[in-house]
């Protein structure tokens, strides 16, 4: 079975630094898009970042110019640089994973689809 693992999260002040790592095992033949998306307590989980299996980047608006999202060496591993960040980043992060298109909304982060395989978050706090 596919299996997603996160591993960065924690917890900084505002303006400071994360990466977050997300890694595929399990069946790996084929590339997978790959996606970070977030969700905040009474919040619905919407779209960060993502790179599609052809490559086509997706960054959500309100992390654009601040966060940077990164393949690793191998194929079914994903980075998230997240910099400057604010307390309203505050949420836990999900690596998705799915052999079609991600298929959400930078502006609104809203998802179109349900995707096919998730991790089980990690959590990032931004305190003021």
């Known amino acids: 079975a596919l299996q997603l693992t996160e591993s960065g999260g924690g917890s900084v002040q505002a303006g400071g630094s994360l990466t977050l790592s997300c890694t595929i095992s399990?069946?790996?033949?084929?590339?997978?898009?790959m996606g970070w998306f977030r969700q905040a307590p009474g919040k619905q989980r919407e779209g960060v970042a993502s790179i599609d299996m052809d490559g086509t980047i997706t960054v959500a608006d309100s992390v654009k110019g601040r966060f940077t999202v990164s393949k690793g060496n191998s194929k079914n591993t994903l980075h998230l640089q997240m910099n400057s960040l604010k307390p309203e980043d505050t949420a836990k992060y999900y690596c998705?994973?799915?052999?079609?298109?991600?298929?959400?909304?930078?502006?609104?982060?809203?998802?179109?689809?349900?995707?096919?395989?998730w991790g089980q978050g990690t959590l990032v706090t931004v305190s003021s």
């Open positions: 399990g069946y790996t033949y084929i590339t997978y898009s």
């Open positions: 998705a994973a799915d052999p079609r298109p991600m298929d959400w909304v930078p502006s609104t982060g809203r998802m179109n689809r349900i995707l096919d395989k």
